[in-house]
């Protein structure tokens, strides 16, 4: 057990709809990151957040958005959902927001678009 | 463009052997690497890392080499263990913000 929780643990929903998918990292961890994990792709960086504030973001699609709250847990949030959002998401937290630490991450979330 | 690259996509070795997998990057500014190892249905879980003033770094039975003119990272396991079986990502990342890039990953399955 890593210490980082998502939920839910799985998601199917239908194309167009926008769905929330929750993070709480690992107590003490200020940074928390979202990555991307489908079959072609591989593990995609999609966002990272550091102590409430956006601290880098990758090739995350416009329709995507997430945010951190006071409490340091996030949230990635999908809006128009299309076949190809289809993938795992994974939430990982480190202690600060730059290199040098491990990242340690969730179970992720199953997210199916039908 | 592939910044990390796992060239070799599954290695099957025998329990009691050492498994070697190997990962390629082309960006000289990566200043840290981590390995991680996922089952399916898991998220991935840390194992070890190195950092670029480094050339080793060794935990029980992981160690990991760094070869920065050849940009190239290895990780040993010795002795395998049939539940070392799973798939294995190397990962790099730069000072400022710590997002990690990914290799394809490994698939290594330890044979009985």
């Known amino acids: 057990d890593s210490g980082v929780t998502q939920t839910p643990k799985h998601l199917i929903t239908a194309t167009g709809q926008r769905v929330t998918l929750r993070c709480s990292p690992r107590?003490?961890?200020?940074?928390v990151y979202w990555y991307q994990q489908s079959l072609d792709q591989g593990l995609q960086f999609l966002i990272q957040?550091?102590?409430?504030?956006?601290?880098a973001k990758g090739n995350i699609l416009e329709r995507f958005s997430a945010q951190q709250f006071p409490d340091l847990h996030s949230e990635l949030n999908l809006s128009s959902l299309e076949l190809g959002d289809s993938a795992l998401y994974f939430c990982?937290?480190?202690?600060?927001?730059?290199?040098?630490?491990?990242?340690?991450f969730g179970p992720g979330t199953r997210l199916t678009v039908t | 463009d592939q910044q990390v690259k796992q060239n070799s996509p599954s290695l099957s070795v025998q329990e009691g052997r050492i498994s070697i997998l190997n990962c390629d990057y082309t960006n000289s500014m990566f200043d840290y690497f981590l390995w991680y190892k996922k089952y399916p249905a898991e998220g991935p879980t840390f194992l070890i890392s190195i950092s670029s003033i480094k050339d080793k770094n060794e935990d029980g039975r992981f160690t990991v080499f760094l070869n920065k003119s050849a940009k190239h990272l290895s990780l040993h396991i010795v002795p395998s263990q049939p539940g070392d079986s799973a798939v294995y990502f190397c990962a790099a990342s730069r000072g400022n913000t710590g997002k990690l890039i990914f290799g394809q990953g490994t698939t290594l399955q330890v044979k009985p």
């Open positions: 990982a937290s480190s202690v600060l927001g730059q290199g040098g630490y491990e990242q340690y």
């Open positions: 957040y550091y102590n409430g504030e956006e601290r």
């Open positions: 107590s003490g961890d200020l940074s």
